[in-house]
């Protein structure tokens, strides 16, 4: 059977097409009738089938430790949380959810924590992503509204991406791009970024700023338009107002272009090619994302680039316009319940006039229950502080791994570990976060959750629920339901449906809409769907509303703002650097981010081992400079340090890294490796207006670390429950393969070790085969129990790995043949050498292929998608495969950087 849906991952909200036989899905691929793709998938969508399946989920609820049954469950939510409401206050409790949740289940959290219960706190880790984005277009256009659609991007003569790296976290709207750049040869792209990502592939002109410094670099180009004559002085004067205030602001520096480029570290010229292509194109798209966002000025970054774009009426225009990029899958249907600390609900303020009224008659709360809020709650990192202080005594996290994400995470577990009631929603068994949980509730997963999510285009798609939810998984919002219900507000929360759910939504959207109460969002189109036709609905952008029953691409077409004079906002801006500063103990600016084949906490696509294999450790990327002043090679051990805690992982040597700053992933967690969660090494700063945290900016120290020996141990599943080695290494990390996992391990000690004994005393199959060699100190060894390969033991650096992926498919033989068994050991003469780390993963075609091809004659994208067929499915890794080429074109990795090539 086929089903429609939406792909839960990043904020391009692709339909995915899916064939199930309602217990399984076999196969999905991209829907050409969706709008946001049109058929297309990233590498990450096209493997959501391989990250199902039942193991490892959360099945059961759990009350202290014990496996209990739903009614024993929320017996003990609703109790527990109605002791804590009498004995310490209504604002005791709080939510802290998540851009992953549907909106229905948003829209359940808003109304039962705000409502009924009578609390503001409830945040959510949007705060640590769109937080400054929404505080930007707020002050400017006074909404929170992106006005451009995707088609604005392939429309443009110019985009500039800003602090976005497109190529790998939003791949197939960077594949749209793409491909509107080789249909219109005059399209320019630029990429501000402190690191050469695989975005710049398109790149016409690099700017590879000083972290920090965007603010000052789009405070020049208005400065620099004013100057030459570029402003638009027409649109200036007849739909916003503060030119002059944010004008006078940027000229507090010294605008000229020397200064400015200084102060970013850019070369001067490339800074005035950028300036002079923004000022002489009407079709600009400026796209940013975390780069900008994840500040302590993210706010004032934000408006810094949307003043150049109200200056130049470089909005509602086709191909025209600022446009913050989301990051996650339903991050927008959360800003449009209005489940941010600061809101209320449905773009609906506390202080937005008549707001708190309106709602409460809404909701028709005033009977039963506490008043509505008076007043915003805390935000995110303000909400673990009033935690740790004991002010907030319940905490129900849903959908998000604040142990990991939040900055200075150290202190945000030990928050956690004293607050007396946690109650964490979950789908996966085995994550950070559960640790700290008194009360864990499994929550069903995509493929069987069923609601609607919001795109980065304001484009609203059904998620449909497909499979049951395995064991007794449940939605969000029916578990919400419940609880609600036990506590009396039954009435107001009678929904059997998602359906209702929207409708409730959509309606409160239109209510009183309209004068004083006007708000721009407004899907009053959409209330009133029954079951068949809530099921049926296409995608559609908002406004869906009476006089725009087809939904909106593109906003402010007519120059009206959503300010009470109608005139959007030109906001000063007075450049800040991090505020996390670098000293002598801590040197280098630390920045964080994503890869390509990873989600987050990996608690999915973690479970994917070809989603692993491009990135299979905890890495550090260095500049070469530094990592020779801090005697460390490419792919040693190195350990990053600040007073908050510690980050160990594998050196990656690169070109693409300023000298003083290094790079690692967001992604690794506990139970992926023993120290690499960079969340431990930041300070939270906050932007003083969005409360977003400045997760880019950290300040650290980098030392090589101290290991005397380095092992790779295969081994089967079940063998690994307990681990124990993980406990004595001082590094190790956990990689899942098809049919094992593979363990790296180093540890320090100085003496040879036995290392036979040493498996025998963690493993309960003791050594079939060894080849040892005390001299070097390397080891190879196998465990082999009645003919099945249960353990492989190698002990020297990961660069003598032979090739894996004939190992692995050895665990899944039930007897090894001879001839295997010979091979065990030596592994390379196999005649198949680790191929590497993988490049392409839809086709699994690792680097090492990919260089001998390139040798060969293979020396574009096209040979070798032929003779290997890399690149040929989702594209992510076209850039990954041009630079190999031009690798080894020119064996000087010192050439990465974009020239500008000027077409002009
Ligand atoms: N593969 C994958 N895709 C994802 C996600 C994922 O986990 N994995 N997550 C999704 C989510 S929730 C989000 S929010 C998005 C995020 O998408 P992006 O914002 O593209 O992701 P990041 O890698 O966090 O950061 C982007 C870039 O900001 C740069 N940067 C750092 N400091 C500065 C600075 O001071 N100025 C500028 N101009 N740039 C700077 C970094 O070098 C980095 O390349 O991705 C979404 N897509
Ligand atoms: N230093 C630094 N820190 C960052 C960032 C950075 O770039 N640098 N990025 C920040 C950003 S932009 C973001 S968005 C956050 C992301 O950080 P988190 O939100 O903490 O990360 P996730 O792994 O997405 O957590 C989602 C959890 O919810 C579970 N889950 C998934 N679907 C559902 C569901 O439907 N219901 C329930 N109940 N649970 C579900 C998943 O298994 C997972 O455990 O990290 C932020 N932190
Ligand atoms: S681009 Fe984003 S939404 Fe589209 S398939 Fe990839 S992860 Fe999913
Ligand atoms: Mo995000």
Request: glycine share 14%; charged share 20%; with cysteine.
């Given at each position: 059977m086929q089903a429609s849906t939406t792909c839960p991952?990043?904020?391009?909200?692709c339909g995915v097409t899916v064939d199930h036989d309602g217990n399984t899905i076999q196969h999905v691929e991209g829907?050409?009738?969706?709008?946001?793709?049109?058929?297309r998938l990233c590498v990450k969508g096209s493997a959501l089938h391989e990250t199902l399946?039942?193991?490892?989920?959360?099945t059961r609820p759990r009350v202290d430790g014990v496996d209990v049954d739903w009614g024993t469950a929320l017996d003990a939510v609703a109790e527990r949380l109605a002791a804590v409401r009498a004995t310490?206050?209504?604002?005791?409790v709080a939510a802290y959810l998540s851009g992953q949740l549907l909106t229905e289940d948003y829209y359940v959290a808003n109304k039962l924590f705000?409502?009924?219960?009578?609390?503001?706190?409830l945040d959510t880790n949007s705060r640590l992503c769109m937080a400054s984005a929404v505080a930007g277009y707020k002050r400017a256009?006074?909404?929170?509204?992106?006005?451009?659609?995707?088609?604005d991007l392939e429309d443009a003569e110019l985009v500039v991406l800003v602090g976005s790296n497109l190529a790998w976290n939003h791949p197939v709207l960077y594949q749209r791009l793409r491909t509107a750049k080789t249909r219109n040869p005059l399209m320019r792209v630029v990429v501000i970024d402190p690191r050469v990502t695989d975005?710049?592939?398109?790149?016409?002109l690099y700017l590879g700023l000083k972290p920090g410094s965007d603010a000052r670099l789009f405070n020049g180009l208005l400065a620099w338009m004013a100057d030459k004559k570029r402003l638009d002085h027409v649109y200036l004067d007849a739909h916003t107002q503060g030119l002059e205030g944010a004008l006078a602001a940027a000229r507090?520096?010294?605008?000229s272009i020397e200064a400015i480029a200084a102060d970013c570290d850019v070369d001067p010229e490339r800074l005035q090619t950028f300036y002079y292509w923004f000022a002489s194109q009407l079709h600009v798209v400026t796209l940013y994302s975390q780069g900008v966002n994840?500040?302590?000025?993210g706010t004032d970054k934000s408006n810094a680039i949307i003043n150049c774009h109200l200056a130049g009426g470089k909005?509602?225009?086709?191909?025209a316009g600022p446009f913050s990029i989301t990051g996650q899958p339903n991050a927008m249907g959360g800003r449009e319940v209005g489940g941010l600390a600061n809101q209320l609900a449905a773009h609906m303020d506390?202080?937005?006039?008549?707001a708190i009224d309106r709602v409460t008659r809404f909701w028709s709360?005033?009977?039963?229950?506490?008043?509505?809020?008076q007043g915003p709650g805390y935000k995110a990192v303000e909400l673990f502080e009033a935690i740790e202080r004991g002010e907030i005594q319940a905490l129900w996290i849903m959908a998000t791994n604040p142990a990991v994400s939040l900055p200075d995470a150290n202190r945000v577990r030990r928050a956690l570990e004293k607050c007396p009631l946690v109650i964490v929603s979950e789908?996966?068994?085995?994550?950070?976060?559960?640790?700290?949980?008194?009360i864990v509730l499994p929550a069903s997963s995509w493929s069987e959750k069923n609601g609607t999510v919001t795109n980065s285009e304001r484009r609203i798609s059904r998620q449909r629920g497909i499979l049951p939810p395995p064991g007794e998984a449940r939605h969000d919002w029916w578990i919400m339901v419940e609880v609600a219900k036990r506590l009396g507000f039954g009435e107001a929360f009678a929904?059997?449906?998602?359906c209702q759910i929207f409708d409730e939504h959509a309606r409160l959207s239109g209510f009183?809409?309209?004068?004083?109460?006007?708000?721009?969002?407004?899907?009053?189109?959409?209330?009133?769907?029954d079951r068949t036709a809530y099921d049926a609905l296409s995608p559609i952008q908002w406004?869906?509303?009476?006089?725009?029953p087809q939904g909106?691409?593109?906003?402010f077409e007519d120059g009206r703002f959503a300010t009470p004079d109608g005139r959007a906002k030109l906001i000063p801006v007075r450049p800040q650097g991090p505020a996390q500063t670098l000293s002598e103990a801590r040197p280098l600016r630390l920045n964080t981010g994503r890869v390509r084949d990873q989600w987050h906490t990996?608690?999915?696509?973690?479970?994917a081992p070809r989603l692993m294999n491009h990135r299979a450790e905890p890495f550090i990327e260095v500049h070469p400079d530094d990592a020779s002043s801090h005697g460390i090679g490419d792919q040693q051990l190195a350990c990053l340090t600040s007073p908050n805690g510690e980050y160990r992982g594998r050196v990656?040597?690169?070109?693409s890294q300023r000298r003083g700053e290094v790079f690692v992933p967001m992604h690794w967690t506990d139970r992926f490796s023993?120290?690499?969660?960079?969340?431990?090494l930041l300070e939270a700063h906050l932007?003083?207006?969005?409360?977003?945290?400045?997760?880019?900016h950290g300040a650290v120290s980098l030392a090589p670390l101290d290991t005397d020996w380095e092992a790779t141990l295969l081994v089967a599943g079940d063998l690994?429950?307990?681990?124990?080695?993980r406990e004595e290494a001082v590094y190790w990390a956990r990689i899942p393969l098809a049919n094992c996992q593979r363990w790296q391990l180093a540890g320090g000690e100085n003496e040879a070790r036995d290392w036979l004994a040493w498996v025998q005393q963690r493993l309960p199959v003791a050594p079939t085969l060894w080849c040892d060699d005390p001299a070097s100190g390397r080891l190879r060894a196998a465990g082999i129990d009645n003919g099945r390969l249960r353990w492989w033991l190698m002990v020297a650096p990961?660069?003598?790995?032979?090739?894996l992926a004939w190992l692995d498919e050895r665990f899944a033989e039930a007897q090894l043949g001879k001839d295997a068994r010979r091979r065990l050991l030596a592994g390379c003469e196999a005649g198949e050498a680790d191929s590497g780390p993988l490049v392409c993963s839809c086709h699994q075609v690792g680097q090492k292929a990919i260089v001998e091809a390139i040798r060969g004659g293979d020396t574009s994208v096209e040979a070798l998608g032929a003779r290997l067929?890399?690149?040929?499915?989702?594209?992510?890794c076209i850039p990954e495969l041009k630079s190999l080429i031009e690798e080894e074109r020119?064996?000087?990795?010192?050439?990465q950087k974009p020239e500008v090539v000027d077409v002009a």
């Open positions: 991952y990043c904020g391009v909200g829907d050409r009738d969706h709008p946001a793709n049109f058929g399946g039942h193991h490892g989920r959360l310490h206050g209504d604002e005791s705000k409502g009924f219960f009578g609390t503001p706190h256009f006074g909404a929170d509204a992106v006005p451009c659609s995707y088609e975005t710049c592939e398109i790149a016409d507090e520096d010294d605008t994840q500040s302590s000025s909005i509602g225009l086709p191909g506390y202080h937005t006039p008549g709360t005033d009977s039963l229950t506490p008043d509505l809020p789908c996966m068994a085995d994550t950070d976060l559960l640790e700290y949980a008194d929904y059997a449906h998602p009183e809409n309209e004068g004083e109460g006007f708000r721009l969002f407004d899907i009053s189109g959409l209330a009133g769907l406004p869906v509303n009476a006089s725009a909106t691409a593109r906003l990996m608690t999915r696509t973690g479970r990656r040597v690169s070109n023993g120290n690499a969660r960079m969340g431990s932007d003083p207006v969005s409360g977003q945290p400045e997760s880019k690994a429950s307990d681990a124990t080695w990961p660069a003598e790995l032979p090739g067929a890399c690149g040929t499915q989702c594209g992510s020119s064996h000087a990795r010192s050439e």
